[in-house]
């Protein structure tokens, strides 16, 4: 089959529009295209459909029957992920709950494993599955938000949406019986749920009615309810959030005894969170609490629980930016009251805490356990449960992530967590508090595929301002020489997000090494902005300081051409939502530093972002628009503002989901727009491109479509990069 030459950009007329924002000229010529539903933003996107559908024809006939075919790459992904996916379990009682997903599953299910006797050569127990999105949905767009038991495991409350909307609707079922008993109710997006002991109640978190706020507000006004399994939504009881910032995210949990419930808000993604707590034995009872500050106010994030043992137990960043437990007495909440039990450690942050004891009546803690992230490498520590002292260390399978540490809620002495690494499917891990041993308690129901011999290194790189910036380098150990140094440069992709306290720890990816294997290198950047390194880290890559997360990637893909690991010409950078952010500057900073680029889902007008979608609550984390100075910093380096006419722009494939409510689309129409104007690259080399899908939202999606998605960007690096050559 010969390849077509492409077609021409398709027609996209600019406006004459600019703006004077606070003193600075801003020009929006391609504004008409944030209306997804006019005539002319339909043609164009049509036009970039069929755009994309002959480059899609053209790489298929470059590729054939080779190793980058759609059919070989589709086959070796699900390979990859033919192991399928289990999850830590969430114990009530004899029962527990869980999620898994075979190979061959489009979603992981909700199942439930219960002692039957008759079963004795399964060890006695059976289990069920209790919620499955495809049987809610064949279709497969339907995906399961959330779920949590009730105290006794009676019940189970669930979350699902559909079309990658997010906007979850909750509903409940018999766990028995698996009759649904209360449900639907809507605007429940983000939203906990805390039971209260008897099953008969829970508070949970709902957005108010769209009547009764602003239309361009309807995504925000939280508030925490009351609600009587059974009973109408419409007469639940609003216990907390009236009068506080709109754009709240609210938390919500009530104590394993039912006394306590704790509320904890934050101003959209701003690293602060307020805390309450209330005595529901007190006057005013379950239906209005009366709540007592624990840190409110302070400009750190607080997490807070009341432990079996009847103390108030807090995580925070206050004064420890990379995290530290304190304890108090729950009728003492106040930071004065506070007694650091677990310090901060000064290169390595505090993920998160659990305490073995006698269970049962024996609610003296004897183990506190505490999982940290060290330069983005997990380890897992011991210490006494009163004093903090260090008492031990808890094996690992190797250099990796850990996730949860979880508990029976009625006490116990075994701890289970999730393990992985770049080579590693995640499995569950029980730790034996009595022994100080570890075993695998749980591993993914299919078959592990094999692997070719992978490297994963960290190095170190400086950015502009002397900053040591780390990243995890993948590649062939036949590819490298015997002190891990490639033998020749090979076309590379360098993946990164920099922002929100996200770290980007080592992690099972079947695209990684779908890209190894082929004879590729993958890097992870863990750039300013994310968690890696705790909030300080954090905070020097947003705000003011976002350029930092820039120059962190252009430094570390310095550092892989220099090394020789690369050439521009055979590298792609490679990002979604926040990290399309990065990316899309990455592109228009330094397009001499790639050849290919894949953006998806992002962010790119950020002089705009704040009116769309989410945008509002990322002001914290971004700058506001509306301000002056903050404005300032944001045209500094927002990709859409930063695009110059007779530029050679690097090949761009973005790939956007017409069911985005967090990131509008609008965003990587713009850019596209933008690129196709003002780039001198030849059209057929360094084409910018546009993936559209349907029925798909920011988040969660059915397996095939996260391979065919995969796929098709796997196979534009390739071929870009020459890969495919």
Same mark, same amino acid.
């Given at each position: 089959m010969t390849a077509p030459?492409?077609?021409?950009?398709?027609?996209?007329? @600019?406006?004459? %529009?600019?703006?004077?924002?606070?003193?600075?000229?801003? !020009?929006?010529?391609? @504004?008409? %295209?944030?209306? !997804? +539903? +006019?005539? !002319? *933003?339909?043609?164009?996107?049509?036009?970039?459909d069929e755009r994309y559908a002959d480059y899609r024809q053209g790489l298929t006939a470059r590729v054939g029957d080779g190793p980058w075919s759609a059919e070989r790459l589709t086959t070796r992904l699900r390979e990859l992920l033919g192991a399928g996916v289990v999850g830590a379990p969430a114990w009530r009682g004899d029962r527990y709950f869980f999620v898994r997903r075979t190979g061959e599953q489009e979603h992981a299910v909700v199942l439930v494993s219960e002692p039957d006797p008759d079963l004795e050569a399964e060890g006695g127990r059976r289990e069920r599955v209790l919620i499955d999105p495809v049987a809610l949905d064949p279709a497969g767009t339907t995906t399961l938000d959330s779920w949590q038991p009730s105290k006794e495991g009676r019940l189970l409350a669930y979350q699902v949406s559909h079309g990658g909307t997010e906007e979850s609707v909750l509903h409940v079922l018999d766990v028995t019986t698996g009759e649904l008993v209360d449900g639907p109710v809507d605007r429940a997006r983000y939203s906990p749920v805390a039971w209260l002991p008897g099953g008969e109640a829970f508070f949970y978190v709902r957005r108010l009615a769209p009547d009764l706020v602003p239309a361009d507000e309807?995504?925000?006004?939280?508030? =925490?309810?009351? #609600? @009587?399994?059974?009973?109408?939504?419409?007469?639940?009881?609003?216990?907390?959030?009236?009068?506080? /910032?709109? *754009?709240?995210?609210?938390?919500?949990? =009530?104590s394993r005894d039912g006394r306590w419930l704790i509320v904890s808000a934050s101003a959209g993604t701003a690293p602060r969170t307020d805390v309450w707590i209330a005595d529901l034995t007190a006057a005013g009872g379950v239906e209005a609490p009366s709540f007592v500050e624990v840190a409110v106010g302070l400009d750190a994030q607080t997490g807070a629980w009341v432990g079996r043992d009847g103390r108030l137990y807090v995580h925070t960043d206050l004064d420890a930016p990379?995290?530290?437990?304190?304890?108090? /007495?729950?009728?003492?909440?106040?930071?004065?009251?506070? @007694?650091?039990?677990?310090?901060? /450690? &000064?290169?390595?942050?505090?993920?998160?805490?659990?305490?073995? /004891?006698?269970? &049962? +009546?024996?609610?003296?803690?004897?183990?506190?356990?505490?999982?940290?992230?060290?330069?983005?490498?997990?380890e897992v520590t011991l210490h006494d449960p009163t004093?903090?002292?260090l008492q031990g260390a808890v094996d690992l399978p190797g250099l990796g992530s850990v996730s949860g540490l979880v508990t029976r809620p009625d006490g116990g002495g075994d701890v289970w967590f999730s393990y992985t690494d770049h080579t590693t499917v995640p499995s569950v891990r029980r730790f034996d508090a009595t022994t100080r041993t570890t075993s695998l308690w749980a591993a993914p129901p299919g078959t592990v595929a094999d692997v070719p011999p992978v490297r994963a290194q960290q190095v170190e790189v400086t950015s502009a301002d002397g900053t040591v910036v780390r990243a995890f380098v993948l590649a062939r150990t036949d590819a490298l020489d015997a002190d891990g140094r490639p033998l020749a440069p090979a076309p590379t992709i360098l993946y990164g997000y920099g922002g929100f306290q996200i770290s980007l720890d080592p992690a099972y990816s079947a695209a990684t090494l779908a890209w190894v294997e082929a004879g590729g290198v993958y890097v992870v950047a863990n750039l300013r902005g994310g968690g890696e390194e705790g909030e300080d880290w954090h905070r020097s890559g947003m705000r003011a300081h976002k350029q930092n997360v820039f120059d962190d990637f252009h430094a570390v893909a310095e550092h892989l051409v220099a090394g020789g690991w690369t050439t521009p010409d055979r590298l792609a950078c490679w990002g979604g939502s926040n990290g399309g952010l990065l990316v899309g500057a990455a592109l228009t900073q330094r397009p001499d530093l790639f050849a290919a680029v894949v953006c998806s889902a992002p962010l790119l007008d950020m002089v705009r972002y704040q009116r769309f979608g989410l945008g509002v609550t990322w002001t914290e984390e971004y700058g506001d628009a509306d301000d002056p100075v903050e404005l300032g910093w944001l045209?500094?380096?927002?990709?859409? #503002?930063?695009?110059?006419? &007779?530029? !050679?722009?690097?090949?761009?494939?973005?790939?956007?989901?017409e069911g985005d409510t967090r990131v509008d689309p609008l965003h990587a129409r713009k850019l596209a727009a933008a690129l196709q104007a003002a780039t001198s690259a030849d059209v057929d080399r360094s084409p910018v491109l546009v993936r559209r899908e349907t029925g798909v939202g920011h988040g969660a999606r059915a397996l095939s479509r996260s391979v065919a998605l995969t796929v098709e960007q796997l196979q534009f690096v390739a071929d870009r990069t020459g890969a495919t050559r």
């Open positions: 030459a492409l077609r021409p950009y398709p027609s996209a007329h @600019r406006l004459d %529009l600019v703006e004077d924002l606070h003193g600075h000229r801003v !020009a929006d010529p391609y @504004r008409w %295209l944030e209306d !997804a +539903d +006019d005539d !002319a *933003t339909r043609t164009w996107s049509q036009a970039q309807q995504q925000y006004h939280r508030r =925490v309810w009351l #609600h @009587r399994v059974g009973t109408s939504p419409d007469t639940d009881v609003q216990v907390f959030g009236e009068g506080l /910032d709109l *754009t709240n995210y609210y938390g919500v949990s =009530v990379r995290g530290r437990v304190a304890v108090t /007495d729950p009728t003492s909440p106040g930071v004065p009251h506070w @007694r650091t039990l677990l310090a901060e /450690d &000064g290169t390595a942050v505090l993920e998160d805490v659990a305490f073995t /004891d006698g269970g &049962g +009546d024996d609610r003296t803690p004897t183990l506190l356990v505490a999982s940290w992230r060290r330069h983005t490498v997990s004093t903090g002292a045209l500094g380096y927002s990709p859409y #503002h930063r695009v110059v006419d &007779g530029t !050679a722009y690097p090949a761009t494939l973005f790939t956007v989901f």
